[in-house]
T-cell receptor
Framework: SQQGEEDPQALSIQEGENATMNCSYKTSINNLQWYRQNSGRGLVHLILIRSNEREKHSGRLRVTLDTSKKSSSLLITASRAADTASYFCATVKTNNNDMRFGAGTRLTVKP | KAGVTQTPRYLIKTRGQQVTLSCSPISGHRSVSWYQQTPGQGLQFLFEYFSETQRNKGNFPGRFSGRQFSNSRSEMNVSTLELGDSALYLC????????????FGQGTRLTVV
C-alpha cells in the first residue's frame, strides 16, 4: 500500500512558471525523497531530505519538509518543457525497513 | 560509469509460469532494491538486498523472491505468474541502502497473458 498522497494529481503550466507539488505521509520517517519519471521509464532521484532538515535546494528545485504536519513540497522554478514528467515522493520509515511511494503528480509544461 | 542495467527490457509470459529478472547495479554499490509499478497500485517496494542478504521486505506474497550475488548483481523471481503480476519492475542500486540516493534502471516490462 502507498504511504504518501501527492497533490495535485495533475498540473499543467506554461514554460517559465513555477510548479509546486505536495506530498503528505502517515508514519514517522527517516527521510523523504523526490523522484522524476518520464513516460514509464526508470526513476531519476531529485532530492533526499532527512527528517531533521527543513529545506533543501538543488538547482531550480526546492524541497521543504514539515514533520509536524507530515508533509513535504517540491517547487520547480522557471519550469521548462523538459520538466514534463511524473513526480513521486517516497518516504523511508524511521527504522529504515520500508520505502513507500505516493501516487505521483503528472506535470505538463507547455512551451 | 555505467548505470543500473536491467534485463530483459520486455517479457511476455503465460499464467502459471515463472520468471527471473536481472539487475546489475552501479559498480561499488552494495544495495539493490526492487519495485513493482502498476497503474492501479502505483510504485510498491518489493525488497532490498545488501551484501547478499535480504535486509528489507515489502508486503508481497512469497511467490516473489530474490537474491543477490557476491558481485552485487541481483535477480528477482516470480513463480506461478498471475495476470495481476503484469507490471514494470524497477530495480535501484545505492551505496548504503534505502536512506541513500538510489539510481534506477530502465525497468523490465512484464506482461502475463
Amino acid at each position: 500500500s502507498q504511504q504518501g498522497e501527492e497533490d495535485p494529481q495533475a498540473l499543467s503550466i506554461q514554460e517559465g512558471e513555477n510548479a509546486t507539488m505536495n506530498c503528505s505521509y502517515k508514519t514517522s520517517i527517516n527521510n523523504l525523497q523526490w523522484y522524476r519519471q518520464n513516460s514509464g521509464r526508470g526513476l531519476v532521484h531529485l532530492i533526499l531530505i532527512r527528517s531533521n532538515e527543513r529545506e533543501k535546494h538543488s538547482g531550480r528545485l526546492r524541497v521543504t519538509l514539515d514533520t509536524s504536519k507530515k508533509s513535504s513540497s517540491l517547487l520547480i522554478t522557471a519550469s521548462r518543457a523538459a520538466d514534463t514528467a511524473s513526480y513521486f515522493c517516497a518516504t523511508v520509515k524511521t527504522n529504515n525497513n520500508d520505502m513507500r511511494f505516493g501516487a505521483g503528480t503528472r506535470l505538463t509544461v507547455k512551451p | 560509469k555505467a548505470g543500473v542495467t536491467q534485463t530483459p527490457r520486455y517479457l511476455i509470459k503465460t499464467r502459471g509460469q515463472q520468471v527471473t529478472l536481472s539487475c546489475s547495479p552501479i559498480s561499488g554499490h552494495r544495495s539493490v532494491s526492487w519495485y513493482q509499478q502498476t497503474p492501479g497500485q502505483g510504485l510498491q517496494f518489493l525488497f532490498e538486498y545488501f551484501s547478499e542478504t535480504q535486509r528489507n521486505k515489502g508486503n508481497f506474497p512469497g511467490r516473489f523472491s530474490g537474491r543477490q550475488f557476491s558481485n552485487s548483481r541481483s535477480e528477482m523471481n516470480v513463480s506461478t505468474l498471475e495476470l495481476g503480476d503484469s507490471a514494470l519492475y524497477l530495480c535501484a542500486s545505492s551505496l548504503g541502502g534505502l536512506s541513500t540516493e538510489a539510481f534506477f534502471g530502465q525497468g523490465t516490462r512484464l506482461t502475463v497473458v
